[in-house]
């Protein structure tokens, strides 16, 4: 009787390794596949901040592009607005 008790605990032991060595395997398995996603996303992620740079710089530039308009067309423009009420000035002072 001793046997048979030996062999069921060989059996059992050796059926929780081989358990042991599926969830290991499965594990493993899991984990490559996870690594596989994290880099697509990584890759994906610096795409993103790749455009997200270059539309940052472009912002950029259209804002430097506007602030230089802004200092050298609206003084001129409240300059011609000056002269034209100024002129209207002198036409309705002629006609009166």
Avoid: W
Wanted: glycine residues 2%.
């Amino acid at each position: 009787m001793s046997i048979d008790s030996n062999l069921v605990f060989e059996i059992a032991i050796c059926l929780s390794i081989l358990g042991l060595l599926i969830y290991i395997i499965i594990t493993h398995r899991n984990t490559l596949i996870s690594k596989d996603e994290a880099y697509l996303i990584n890759k994906e992620l610096k795409i993103k901040l790749k455009l997200a740079e270059n539309k940052s710089e472009l912002l950029n530039q259209k804002n430097i592009l506007v602030e230089e308009i802004n200092e050298s067309i609206f003084p001129q423009f409240f300059k011609i607005i000056k002269q034209l009420l100024l002129l209207q000035k002198a036409i309705l002072e002629e006609h009166q």
